[in-house]
Structures are given as C-alpha cells and as structure tokens.
C-alpha cells in the first residue's frame, strides 16, 4: 500500500495510491502518524483522483517529533570522506552516530530546495527511512523489524560548509527545506527486504549515487534497537538511514548542488522523490 498525503482547499488530507488512483482514507483526517497507528489497511471514500491532479505534501505533513537521522551508515560512504579528509579509510564506528533532523527542514516532493546564502556547499544525500508503526522502547534486535510500517524517502540535504564550521552535523542539516520526504510511504509488505534495495540520486538526470542498502554497516534492526534504548518510538517516527557513496562534496573537484538543478532521489520498490534547487 501507498500512504501519502495531499494539500486539500481545508489542509492536508491523508489518502491511498491505488491502481484507480488518489482515494481519501475514510474518515477523511490529515493525520497520517494516527492512520499509521492504526495499522492495517485504512478504509478508503472512493472517488479516486489522478494523481497528477494533487500536490503531494510530505508523507507526514506535520512531524509531532524531528526525523532522527543516522550518519555514516554505509561503508563506503565513510570510505570517500575519510578520503577526502585525509583518514584512515575501513574505519568505521563502532555503535550508530544518532542525530535529529529540525523540523524546520521538512519539505515533500516537488519542494524547492532553498540554496541559503548562509552556505556555498549544499549537498544531496538520498536515504531509505523507516516508519514506525507501533509503540516501543527497548526494542530487542531479534523483534525490531515488528515496529516498521513501511518505508520512505528522504533527501538528507546538507550544507557542508555550515557542518565543518559549527563542527556539529545539526545545523547544517537543518536548514529550511533542507528535508524533502516522499513522494509517499510504501507499507514494508510491498517494498521487500530494506536492507536490500537499490539507491539512486540523480543531479540533472546523471546519475550521482548507485548503491545499495546491503552496503550498511548498522542494519536496519540494529538501528531501531540501538535508538530504542531508553527511547520511546511511536507510530509515525521517522528514522533516516544514512546515504551511500557518491555525494557531491567527495567528488574531485566537488559537485555540490547549484540554483535550477533537479536532484532526484529514487529508491527501488519506493518511488522517485524529485526536488529543484532555488534561489532564497
């Protein structure tokens, strides 16, 4: 199944991507972390729109808690910045380097991607992101797979510049509209295994990123256990899984992200999340 929500004339309204296309979950709500907790395949009203016909918000068009955010997850993707930072490569750490995505960054599909003039660096970073789907804390690794709904996109946008100066990842990465989600969650059931599947980035259709989950250091049950320890998660948390090799800045020269470029982030059995780069 599909989730995605859509900016209707009375706000956000939450509804299914079937084969006849857009239907409103029944009874209509924005809530989609509610629907989520719900479980199980929502009602729908009937009345199907082309999709073509809504502007996608994100998946969730109002977070109740930050995206939280895994950094160096992929091998190599630690490779090619201790390359670039002149480290030792095959180092990687040892537990999972937890941070938050500021819910001032939230954006959706088709979002402009604000190129701040506080950055000269912005940064694509096209991750596979979990959503919770029940209640848990302590969550062992053997049973983390239980609390996933489904999957999502997001592009972990990143002013580099910003990163290296704050010595922090934080505000780098929290930038309005430095957070694109979408274009929708698909429930784990149709997406297979998500430690499994292919990630692409593309910057004006050439093909940046080409990699695959598999190529994690933490997977995915190991991320949810670690986060859950002394936290609670609840349906509708997002967690973002780290990007693979082939982000810009590591590039020699770089090729960071410039005003009217389209980055597009596609993961296999997902969909494309598509965004442009814009002026402030």
């Given at each position: 199944?599909?989730?995605?929500?859509?900016?209707?004339?009375?706000?956000?309204?939450?509804?299914?991507?079937?084969?006849?296309?857009?239907?409103?979950?029944?009874?209509?709500t924005g809530?989609?972390?509610?629907?989520?907790?719900?479980?199980?395949?929502?009602?729908?009203?009937?009345?199907?729109?082309?999709?073509?016909?809504?502007?996608?918000?994100?998946?969730?068009?109002?977070?109740?808690?930050?995206?939280?955010a895994v950094?160096?997850?992929?091998?190599?993707?630690?490779?090619?910045?201790?390359?670039?930072?002149?480290?030792?490569?095959?180092?990687?750490?040892?537990?999972?380097?937890?941070?938050?995505?500021?819910?001032?960054?939230?954006?959706?599909?088709?979002?402009?991607?604000?190129h701040h003039?506080?950055?000269?660096?912005?940064?694509?970073?096209?991750?596979?992101?979990?959503?919770?789907?029940?209640?848990?804390?302590?969550?062992?690794?053997?049973?983390?797979?239980?609390?996933?709904?489904?999957?999502?996109?997001?592009?972990?946008?990143?002013?580099?510049?910003?990163?290296?100066?704050?010595?922090?990842?934080?505000?780098?990465?929290?930038?309005?509209?430095?957070?694109?989600?979408?274009?929708?969650?698909?429930?784990?059931?149709?997406?297979?295994?998500?430690?499994?599947?292919?990630?692409?980035?593309?910057?004006?259709?050439?093909?940046?990123?080409?990699?695959?989950?598999?190529?994690?250091?933490?997977?995915?049950?190991?991320?949810?256990?670690?986060?859950?320890?002394?936290?609670?998660?609840?349906?509708?948390?997002?967690?973002?899984?780290?990007?693979?090799?082939?982000?810009?800045?590591?590039?020699?020269?770089?090729?960071?992200?410039?005003?009217?470029?389209?980055?597009?982030?596609?993961?296999?059995?997902?969909?494309?999340?598509?965004?442009?780069?814009?002026?402030?």
């Amino acid at each position: 199944m599909k989730l995605l929500t859509y900016e209707a004339d009375n706000g956000p309204r939450v509804a299914v991507l079937t084969d006849a296309g857009v239907e409103d979950v029944a009874p209509e709500t924005g809530d989609a972390a509610a629907v989520i907790a719900a479980s199980g395949t929502p009602e729908t009203a009937g009345n199907p729109k082309s999709l073509d016909s809504v502007k996608l918000l994100a998946p969730i068009a109002e977070l109740r808690r930050p995206v939280i955010a895994v950094g160096l997850n992929y091998k190599r993707h630690a490779d090619e910045g201790a390359r670039k930072r002149g480290r030792p490569v095959g180092v990687y750490p040892e537990t999972p380097v937890i941070f938050c995505k500021w819910p001032g960054s939230h954006n959706h599909h088709e979002g402009g991607i604000i190129h701040h003039a506080a950055t000269g660096e912005v940064d694509y970073e096209c991750e596979l992101v979990i959503v919770i789907g029940k209640q848990g804390i302590n969550i062992s690794r053997e049973d983390a797979m239980d609390y996933i709904y489904g999957y999502t996109i997001m592009n972990e946008v990143s002013a580099r510049d910003i990163q290296v100066r704050n010595m922090q990842w934080f505000r780098g990465k929290a930038l309005d509209t430095f957070g694109p989600l979408g274009p929708w969650i698909v429930t784990k059931d149709e997406t297979g295994d998500g430690n499994n599947l292919n990630v692409i980035s593309r910057v004006n259709g050439e093909v940046r990123q080409n990699s695959n989950t598999n190529d994690m250091i933490f997977d995915l049950a190991t991320v949810i256990s670690v986060i859950s320890e002394g936290f609670s998660l609840y349906p509708g948390d997002l967690i973002a899984t780290g990007t693979p090799e082939g982000v810009g800045f590591a590039m020699d020269p770089p090729r960071l992200m410039k005003v009217g470029e389209v980055v597009e982030c596609e993961i296999e059995n997902i969909g494309v999340l598509r965004n442009k780069v814009v002026a402030p």
